[in-house]
């Protein structure tokens, strides 16, 4: 794999590892006044799989949108390795973002395309070769169990395949970090219970860094990694 | 290498952005080919005229013809003046002799019929051809020399040679109009073709936006596509318009011999400037257009 366009995570003291994120004061308010988070601190460290929980309206989803720069944060410091997010000009945000996988509630995959190209794609902006995206591409279905239905449409799968082929695009080019925005929202209970499962497999066999938004306590607790709580943009929770 | 497939990846996905909105695209192309064939119509007529008129100012602009009382002293003695007149540029002396031979030979195949003029007094009269400098002057110098003694009359294509540069002025004026009006119509069919194809990729921008896809990746299957509708419809254009230029062309060959302008083919009439403008037209329509539409509609 090229990684010429891949930010370096320099400093950091395991380089298989994702990065580490760190939150220092960090504060949201919104265009029309809502304080969606307020003075929010906290750590993940490199590698680590942390869930993120609180009720509607807590502030989760701003926060996943504060990691991957859809939002700036009013005020506070975020670190991704690192990276301080606040120094990331809007033009180098598409190459910030390539070292992020996302995933979200309704899967956000493209119906007109069959599942190798929806992973795919993300490797061809990248200027990958056919040889280099078939072997990525393949290996990344392999991870999440779709190797098979390769050349099936999105409307030919179930929600929970279609959330694996999402997870797929999102660690098809190795990110060090996955960032999840309730991935279960969507799905049954065993179907979440499958998907969780995978997010735990990617962070323990690719190292990278996953933090999974979501408000489903009977799943956290059956997998119990540590949990950030937040409460109406405070986080009440979890160790730093 | 890796920019090269990027190139490709790009290229794939225009065409393939082409081929779902194939009807407003050949839409555009159509207007776009209106448009270029109006406004090239409009700049060969206006570039026609202009050679008609070149060659009409290069002739002997007015003829004076004494009456043939007049003798050759005195029109001598008005030849003197008048190519002394600052505003001539050339003046001719004709003889009664070489008018008559002139006259004999424009009826040469009535020879005999006109054999016995010869001697006849009406037919021996001397001409001055005069050139001014600036045309026009014409209006003003025919009208003095009107006013002289034993003037018998006086032929000028300064009228017709006005009237055609009035012609040519309006004519371009009808260019610009047509340009204008025309290239906003163009602007605005190809702007709402790209912003069609991106609302109907809405929602692949926003993922493709996700995952790190830079603006210029995204916005530029939407550009080549504005582009290469400008281009093909420019190609159509220049290809229609070079028939009906012949069709013109031959229509005026015919004429030719009776009105003595000498027609000018396509390509000597500026055909490959029109091509280069053409082309160039329609890619600066299509890149305009289909940039404002992206920057528009790709905010996600
Ligand atoms: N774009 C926005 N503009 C203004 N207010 C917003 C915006 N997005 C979110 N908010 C507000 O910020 C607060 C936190 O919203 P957020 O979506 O982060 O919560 P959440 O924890 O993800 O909730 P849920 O569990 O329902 O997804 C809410 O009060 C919400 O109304
Ligand atoms: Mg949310």
Redesign the interface.
């Given at each position: 794999m090229?990684n010429d366009y891949r930010y370096d995570y320099s400093s950091q003291e395991d380089d298989n590892k994702g990065p580490e994120i760190v939150f220092e004061n960090v504060t949201k308010e919104y265009q029309n006044g809502v304080r969606a988070l307020d003075n929010v601190s906290f750590r993940v460290a490199p590698g680590e799989f942390a869930f993120l929980m609180g009720h509607s309206g807590s502030g989760k989803s701003t926060l996943t949108k504060l990691l991957?720069l859809e939002e700036r944060a009013t005020s506070g410091d975020i670190l991704v390795g690192s990276i301080n997010l606040n120094s990331v000009k809007s033009s180098g945000i598409?190459?910030?973002?390539?070292l992020v996988g996302?995933v979200f509630q309704d899967f956000?995959?493209?119906s007109s395309m069959t599942v190798f190209e929806n992973v795919a794609?993300?490797l061809?902006?990248?200027?990958?070769?056919r040889k280099q995206i078939e072997t990525q591409v393949m290996a990344a279905l392999d991870l999440v169990g779709l190797a098979k239905k390769r050349n099936e449409y999105p409307g030919h799968l179930s929600g929970g395949e279609q959330q694996r082929v999402a997870i797929a695009?999102?660690v098809v080019n190795l990110p060090g970090l996955i960032i999840a925005d309730e991935p279960t929202g969507n799905l049954d209970t065993e179907n979440s219970q499958e998907i969780m499962e995978l997010l735990q497999k990617i962070n323990t066999e690719l190292g990278a860094t996953v933090l999974v938004a979501t408000h489903e306590k009977e799943l956290v607790s059956k997998i119990g990694h540590r949990v950030i709580e937040l409460s109406h943009g405070v986080r009440i929770l979890g160790n730093k | 290498m890796k920019y090269i497939r990027i190139v490709y990846y790009v290229l794939r996905q225009s065409v393939k952005n082409i081929l779902r909105n194939l009807f407003m695209v050949f839409a555009s192309v159509v207007v776009v080919f209106f448009v270029l064939l109006v406004v090239g119509i409009f700049i060969e007529a206006g570039l026609t005229l202009g050679s008609v008129i070149e060659q009409f100012s290069d002739r002997a602009e007015i003829q004076i013809n004494f009456s043939y009382i007049v003798s050759d002293e005195t029109a001598k003695e008005y030849f003197d003046v008048i190519s002394k007149d600052a505003r001539v540029k050339t003046a001719t002396y004709i003889t009664k002799e070489e008018n008559l031979n002139k006259i004999l030979d424009y009826f040469k195949d009535d020879k005999e019929l006109f054999e016995n003029y010869r001697n006849s007094e009406r037919l021996q009269f001397v001409s001055i051809e005069v050139q001014l400098n600036h045309f026009e002057d014409g209006t003003a110098f025919v009208n003095e020399i009107k006013q002289l003694d034993g003037i018998d009359s006086v032929k000028d294509i300064v009228e017709t040679v006005d009237k055609m540069e009035l012609t040519r002025f309006w004519v371009n004026v009808g260019t610009i109009t047509a340009a204008v009006i025309m290239t906003g119509l163009s602007l605005l069919l190809i702007f709402n073709t790209v912003k069609l194809t991106v609302i109907a990729r809405h929602r692949e921008i926003e993922i493709m936006k996700y995952i790190g896809a830079t603006d210029v990746y995204i916005a530029t299957p939407f550009i080549l596509e504005g582009v290469s509708t400008g281009i093909v419809g420019a190609i159509i254009a220049w290809i229609v318009l070079s028939g009906v230029y012949k069709a013109v062309f031959n229509f005026i060959s015919e004429l030719a011999a009776q009105t003595n302008i000498v027609p000018k083919t396509f390509a000597e009439s500026g055909g490959g400037a029109i091509f280069v403008g053409f082309i160039l037209f329609g890619i600066a329509t299509g890149f305009v257009a289909s940039m404002l539409a992206a920057r528009k509609y790709m905010k996600v």
């Open positions: 090229e991957m598409p190459y910030y973002r390539r996302i956000r995959i493209i794609f993300a061809e902006m990248l200027g990958a070769g695009r999102a | -």
